[in-house]
């Protein structure tokens, strides 16, 4: 028994370590981890078992011989496959089941110590490829929304399918064989491929050539707006429809419309290309293929004559003098514009409708007869200016105005003016004034409606007369108002006056009873000049007690009109320099209204309470229905904008820019003037004084404006930046107005500003400076005047188009004086020219090509220099403008002739072609009404001069203005206005003959 046991136990011991031997010696080596290098294939599919081969270093088996005992492992990403079939220490193989899940897979090798190896993403498991059969339908309509049925094999859920290249919405999976979806809504008419993609890794794909087609339906067309355009300047228009796929072509008659963009199925836009005959045009839209069917919409539109004609792009808006309601008929607004004229509106506003031009400075409806009014114009216009209408401004009567008053005083106040019609006694009209023209000032009265007139001074100690008023119980008490802040009362109808106080210093602006109450009396001063501005009222009886109103405590108060709200006790309304307010309380307590911004006058509607209108500073004419609660603009045909300069973009005639008085910024039209946008400049607060279009990058705008230069880099669009022209410390309490911009041709960044230096009205502080930079107006220099030296103001500045870096300044303000000084190094240096000859310059032009420089002193004459300011001349006959408010060259019209020289004037628009030796009217209308500023853009083909004007009256006979009460001729509205001439290249060619010489 016991030797048994011994020989078991030597036998275990034996194939112990017959073990350790084999595994030392038949193994592969497990001294350190696998790497895994390569697999082959890297993508399989799923739909059957697939063997792969791994390529790497240090696959480990155990081994019985040549027999595999412990394979190494292989993983996909965690998911086993079980032992690997060992070749070797480099290579493996392994089979990957079919319906294994698709993916991308990392590879992992495990030893059978453990030890592993990894190779990420090795391995790709996808879908098999789907095989299309069939679609139906095969084709469709544009706009439709058809559903597809796909046939084929091999579809998995939930594939993708697309036309082309758009995927279809909604894929349904129906089984392996069968999916639905729709033709997707953005497809354009055309002939398409079908794909259909298995989902995964790989994107298995089968593709199904010319498989679809979206056809185009027939358009129809139902409008097109504009409907009409003139034919010098390519016009955008927008048609509308149904049934417009992308993207059609679009003609009139035979004239293809440029530029044609899909909107949507119902509309698109196109321009209408220049130049085209004038005419009434059928429209055709034809989509694209396939399809290609047509629809036309006949007379759609028509060219009017835009070439030789001046086409109006009107500004609706601007400073309103006046707003007054007929008292029997409401809804009949009158708005009066001091430099353009009288508008009338029949809705209560909605729309506006000019009636007198060029100038509306006061006006009055008669109490006794509302269908009569008054209008009174600025005294400097070349001709009449009294005017009465009997018929609500449809016809008027000139009438003769004369002040045999002659003041000596030395306080200007030119201008001020009023007329009051009496409101009980017919035909009783009394005019007043304030150095009204060449001196005469006080109080006439008329008794048979303005025809003739007698002074009504008797007792006046002071005859600078500002403002009159009636007392509501008895008219013939009247209380009249001075230049010096007198106050003076009237019992008997202005036969007689007394003197009764003075309870302001300065100028009485406003003078106003109220007809309602006590009949307290309320008056305003300091709308003029450097007068302390306060607002008082006075309810005794002799008005030599007054008390102050201060609607802001502590703050002047500059009132331009007071009105007094008839249907609720001791309401009053006044208008300011910052906006309106309203106390309904006599004045104890004061609340802001209306809209934030200067007001000149408040109309109260007189049935109802809670109608108002602001006549504004800057924006038109305001209404409110609901007391001031919200506010709207009604502007529409209100065209009170002045442009006092424009300013074009090279090469781009439909862009120009308008610069209008008192407007915190500029307009920018894109459309030749005929729609305008306002872009606001800084804080919106101010006025722009220059603007200027870089003339190396059109896209930079400079605007000057409150002592600043503020730059735009994306068209005017905004402003984001602004730099101070820094006074010399003399003008450092002073304003500063940069009121003339240059850029300079062939120097990009190269800016220059001329500045006015104003101090208020004593002559002894004015002055004025050039500004430069070299950096496109990041920082700025003052270059001229240096050290103590004084200029003037400068009003202008401009180059020589032949030799830009020779540049000239116009200077000086009228009553102190200035010249014309001159650069030769872009602005660096400068030196006066024509001293002793040229006192006063406002504008300056160099003469294309010749050297000569043009310069205006605002009225007759011109001076005309030929040796770069050495010298001037004056032309020997002077048949422009008399009154000059620009001056412009614009290329001539035909090849090589000469440069046209054109005088914008209170008279009209006039040319000259031989350097102001001899002038003519402009064509058309604007050769007859005042003109203020001029811009001009060539191209290749075209010169269009835009120019800016107050409007005015046309007659058929050589009038100017309106000087008769017939009402034939054309009323001209304000706004900005083109003029387009084709440009004459052609040239003739003449043979050449050569001959042997003999």
Known sequence: MKRQICVIVTAVLISAAMLLVLLHVLAAPLDGAPTITGIDPTSITNDSDNSIAISGAGFAAVLSGTEVITPPTVYLDSTSLGGARWASTTTLTITVPMAFPVGVYTVTVANPDGQSGSLADGITVQYSAPVLLGLSPVSSTYGQAAMLVITGTGFVPTPTVALGETLCPAVVYVSSTTLTTTVPGGLFPGVYDLAVTNPGPGDPQDVLADAFTLYSPTPIVTGVDPGSAPNDLDSLVVITGTNFAPTP??????????????????????????????????????????????????????????????????????????????????????????????????DGGDSWSLKLAPSANSLAI?????????????????????????????????????????????????????IHPHPTTPGTVYVHACDFGEGSSGLIVSTNWGQDWEPAINGLTNTQVTALAFHPDNPDIMYLGTAGGDIFHSSDGAASWTYASKPVVGYVATLAVNPFGDHEVWVSSGNAFDDPCVLLKSANAGLTAWTVMEPEPGQPICAWSIDFASTISRTVFIACSNHGYKT???????????????????????????????????DGVHKTTDGGATWQVVNQGLTAMVPEQLVTVPNQPEIVYARVDFQPGVFKSTRGGTTWLFSHVGDGHGSADSMLVDPTDPTRIYVGMNGRVYVSTDGGGTWPTYVELVPPPQYSDCGQFPKALLGIPGQPGTLLAGVSQWCGPSPTQQGGGIYRSTDYGEHWARVYPTHAQEISAVNDLAYDPASPTVIYAATGLIDYGGGVFKSID???????????????????VVEPGTHRVFVSKGCL?????????GTWTTPTEYGGGHNIADLLFAPSVALGGPPVLYDAALQ?????????????????????????SLAVVTTSDRVILYAGTTGGHVQDDTARMLDTASSDG??????????TTRRRTDRAYLPVVLKAYE
């Not at 802001?592 to 504004?616: S, V």
């Not at 872009?826 to 300056?844: K, Q």
């Open 249 to 346: 072509t679009v003609a009139l008659e035979t004239t293809p419309l440029q530029t044609v963009t899909w909107l949507s199925s119902t509309r698109l836009s196109a321009l209408v290309p220049w130049g085209m005959d004038v005419n009434t045009y059928n429209l055709t839209v034809t989509n694209p293929s396939p399809g290609a069917a047509s629809g036309m919409l006949s007379d759609a539109f028509t060219v009017t004559q835009g070439i030789g004609v001046w086409n109006a792009g009107e500004l609706y808006g601007g400073e309103i003098a006046e707003v007054d309601i007929n008292p029997l008929t409401p809804a009949t607004l009158y708005a009066s514009v001091g430099s353009v004229g009288l508008f009338r509106s029949r």
């Open 366 to 418: 008669d109490p006794l007869s509302p269908n009569r009014i008054y209008v009174h114009g600025f005294p400097h216009q070349p001709l009449q200016n009294h005017f009465r209408s009997d018929d609500e401004g449809e016809t008027w009567i000139p009438l003769t105005i004369t002040f045999p008053i002659t003041f000596t005083s030395d306080y200007d106040c030119w201008g001020g003016f009023g």
């Open 584 to 618: 309904a309380d006599g004045g104890d307590t004061w609340v802001p209204f209306g809209p934030d911004a200067p007001i000149h006058d408040i109309a109260l509607h007189p049935t109802e309470a809670g109608t108002i209108y602001l006549a504004g500073y800057l």
């Open 826 to 844: 872009g602005g660096a240096t400068w030196e006066p020219v024509g001293a002793g000859v040229i006192d006063l310059a406002l504008n300056i």
């Open 861 to 869: 004459p011109l001076y005309v220099s030929n040796d770069g300011g």
């Open 908 to 932: 009209g628009l006039y040319r000259s072609t031989d350097g102001a030796q001899s002038w003519s009217p402009a064509a058309g209308v604007l050769g007859q009404v005042p003109v203020y």
């Open 970 to 979: 054309t009323l001209v509205s304000a706004g900005v206005y083109r003029y």
